[in-house]
């Protein structure tokens, strides 16, 4: 639907209007009203989803509306503290709503119902997370035909003992035994879900039980945030992505320990690997006591949950650290993925395995990427691939198995495609990225409440643009990266409190704003899009806070770094300077509490370097060498920590550059050659440099040259016959070399004809026939 819509009312506007696009976007697709609704027209939500022996599957959906009807009201200031069954109904095509309470006096006080939450039983007042514990018992009716507790309903003291004190069996236990209501047993719950008692008891062993035991915690910060988590939840569950529910365990404490300390105690993710693999071999070897048998699968239920967050821990982020946590993490990396290997190896020729063995392929496929083994995780992705066709062959309705595959050909493309490096394959990446977006949108067409795939979606056309950027076509780039955009737009709007989304947003933008800004004419569009990025980020609820996450200080401060450079570019000085100085003050904060996390320290460099060319654009030549020499330290400083990065060179390389003009127009000639020489060599050689760098090392070598026979305290000759014999063909050399690597930068791509026109650091190239030549065929080129 949303796809449809792009492609049939493209957005064609100047760039400058990129905010009102974006804001009109969304203003046209407000949710629809959710207020209480007359009890008389809908019929109670078990009931109709008995009536019509929906699925597992089918529920899950109606319960997802009821609870994006809960979070609506919850937004509009409404707490219920009263939902029930009799309250949370469905329309004829399944769609949740709730009706209006019966109680005469909504300040009555609370009679004990089955959903009743804990600590309205001790008498506190409800709250949001009340709500969510009484979705948590609708949830468990839904998946089990009873409720929670075993126990007669219509005792309000028994029944309030234990809702206070006893703890809900699991779901997937639950309907092994006989229902809590006198007229129904566990095979005729199941044959009310078209389904088997025993094939019931399998669907809800794991996910299901931890997301219905979370919901019902008797600790209400321990329940869902909110009934739109929840609903996210099950969205992880449709996905076959690891649930955020985790069960009260010594485990989810480790795990949870893990998260806090990132990587200092990431050591300790080995001793989950190896309760995973006990785990695992327990369920297996279990008699026939039910005592063991239940034991067992608590533990295999939470080792399995440990395995995925170490899995999301360290296939999925890309930390910055020492070479001895990197080595540590390539270890436990190895051991994870030795676990998937041996799951595929014992399970894949299980029939009913299926779609586990291909969950197990793609981690493993994403394992050996993070591993930096790209052709062995592309082999994997594809294995991956083939899996999931099979499985959408033999069930074409399932969903789940076509976002899973969606999933794995944008991972596939993310691979080939590889950040545009030399080993790239942008056709088969974007051939990948179309497949992925093909399958993705109309699953997100028949789901439009489901953020997760929406988020993916909204990612899908953002990598698809990116390849088109890259490769010239601003056409295709733009419209994809503007659809992006408004899905991203829509996912902020819903949800303000989704800190996730606006950070995808604001990252966004400023992708827009740097493909914008490589056209003079694009600029004031460049601006006005990172003026909404920051806007987005300064509007969020933790923003301005003192324990504000340091994810949000950071992109501000990056947001803030690319305004700063887009200001400058159009001579708005003092406004960029405004903006560096605070992107500066933001990183100095972060680098000071966060001193071990090398992002930080790179973003502060950039920083420096920014409010440095500034500071020497105004003349202030004192300051920004001070502001230079900030920059050249960190990035010495990363140097030592990561030799072996192949970005700190090229950085460091900027930052000299810097230096050496601020010195040049110090008079201190002799110093400044120095800086460029070693701003050079820093970058001749590389075969890695891209299109940009080749040209930054054009420019040093032209600096460079234009100082040659200088002494200290004057400048170089203006004739270049009284230079001597030995100054000669220094020039000559250096005007060589520089010619070479302007040849280079234009091969890779860098064919900005008005920079090479008016780049004041190239002048003393502009003699030679050689620079006229490139010029001319630049010139040529353009249509």
């Known amino acids: 639907m949303i796809e449809a819509e792009a492609d049939s009312d493209p957005v064609n506007v100047p760039p400058g209007e990129l905010e009102a696009v974006a804001l009109d976007a969304i203003s046209q697709s407000s949710p629809p009203d959710l207020d209480a609704a007359d009890e008389t027209e809908y019929e109670p939500v078990v009931a109709y989803c008995d009536r019509s022996a929906l699925d597992l599957h089918a529920r899950l959906r109606v319960f997802q509306s009821l609870c994006r009807a809960v979070h609506g009201a919850h937004q509009r200031g409404t707490i219920f503290g009263d939902l029930s069954p009799s309250r949370l109904r469905a329309t004829a095509e399944g769609t949740g709503v709730i009706v209006a309470s019966s109680a005469d006096d909504p300040g009555e006080a609370v009679s004990i119902e089955p959903c009743t939450s804990p600590e309205q039983v001790l008498g506190e007042p409800a709250t949001t997370a009340s709500d969510v514990y009484a979705l948590g018992v609708v949830f468990y009716e839904l998946l089990t035909g009873r409720y929670p507790y075993q126990v007669d309903v219509g005792d309000p003291d028994a029944l309030a003992k234990a809702i206070s004190e006893e703890s809900a069996e699991r779901p997937s236990a639950a309907v092994a035994r006989t229902s809590g209501r006198p007229d129904e047993t566990g095979d005729a719950a199941a044959g009310a879900r078209s389904t088997t008692r025993q094939k019931l008891r399998a669907a809800l062993a794991g996910d299901l039980d931890l997301i219905a035991l979370k919901a019902l915690h008797k600790e209400p910060e321990r ?257 994809l990266l503007r659809r992006s955009i408004r899905l991203q737009e829509e996912l902020v709007w819903e949800n303000p409190h989704d800190l996730d989304a606006r950070l995808a947003l604001a990252s966004a933008y400023g992708f827009m704003a740097r493909v914008d800004a490589r056209r003079e004419s694009g600029r004031s569009g460049a601006r006005a899009a990172l003026e909404r990025a920051i806007e987005v980020l300064n509007e969020a609820p933790e923003a301005g806070a003192a324990d504000a996450p340091p994810r949000l200080a950071f992109e501000t401060a990056q947001r803030l770094i ?101 010195l040049a127009q110090s008079g201190k000639y002799a110093d400044a050659i120095q800086s460029f020489q070693r701003a050079v060599d820093l970058l001749e050689g590389r075969p890695d440099l891209d299109a940009t760098s080749q040209y930054n090392l054009a420019s040093t070598l032209s600096l460079a040259l234009s100082l040659v026979g200088a002494k200290d305290g004057s400048p170089p000759p203006d004739d270049d016959e009284k230079l001597s014999a030995a100054d000669k063909l220094r020039r000559r050399l250096y005007a060589d070399r520089a010619v070479v690597a302007l040849r280079q930068a234009v091969a890779k791509g860098f064919n900005q004809l008005d920079v090479y026109r008016t780049d004041p650091a190239l002048d003393p190239l502009r003699s030679r026939d050689d620079f006229q030549k490139i010029l001319a065929d630049l010139a040529a080129e353009k249509p």
């Open 223 to 479: 329940r869902y945030a909110s009934a739109d988590a929840l609903a996210d939840d099950l969205d992880c569950y449709f996905q076959g992505l690891p649930a955020r529910a985790h069960a009260p365990s010594e485990l989810y404490r480790v795990g949870k320990f893990l998260q806090r300390r990132r990587w200092v105690g990431v050591v300790g993710a080995s001793l989950i690997a190896a309760i995973v693999v006990a785990g695992a071999l327990g369920v297996r070897a279990v008699s026939t006591a039910r005592r063991e048998r239940d034991r067992a699968e608590r533990l295999y239920l939470s080792a399995r949950a440990s395995v995925h967050d170490v899995y999301m821990r360290l296939a999925e982020d890309r930390p910055r650290d020492s070479e001895d946590v990197a080595g540590l993490r390539r270890d436990l990396l190895d051991g994870v993925a030795r676990y998937y290997e041996d799951f595929n190896t014992a399970n894949s020729a299980e029939p009913d395995a299926a779609a586990d063995v291909a969950e197990a392929r793609t981690r493993s496929a994403m394992i050996a990427r993070a591993m930096g083994l790209k052709k062995e995780a592309e082999a994997r992705l594809r294995e991956a691939s083939d899996l999931w066709r099979r499985l959408i062959a033999a069930s074409p309705a399932e969903d789940a198995y076509r976002e899973r595959l969606a999933k794995v050909q944008a991972e596939l493309g993310r691979s080939l495609d590889a950040g545009g490096k030399t080993d790239s394959q942008p056709d088969e990446a974007l051939a990948a990225f179309e497949s992925a977006r093909s399958l993705l949108t109309p699953v997100v067409d028949a789901h439009p409440d489901a953020r997760p795939l929406r988020r993916e979606l909204a990612r899908l056309l953002r990598d698809e643009a990116d390849i088109h950027d890259r490769r010239d076509r601003p056409g295709p780039a733009n419209d």
């Open 562 to 662: 690319d305004l700063a450079n887009v200001e400058r570019s159009v001579d708005a000085t003092r406004e960029a300077a405004g903006h560096a100085t605070r992107a500066t003050a933001i990183l100095e904060s972060l680098t000071a509490r966060h001193p071990t996390d090398l992002v930080y320290q790179e973003e502060l460099a950039a920083a420096y370097n920014v409010v440095g060319e500034l500071l020497r654009n105004q003349g202030a030549f004192t300051p920004a060498l001070e502001a230079a020499r900030k920059a050249r330290g960190a990035l010495d400083r990363l140097l030592i920590e990561q030799p072996k990065n192949p970005s700190y060179p090229i950085e460091l390389s900027t930052v000299h550059q810097l230096i050496g003009r601020v």
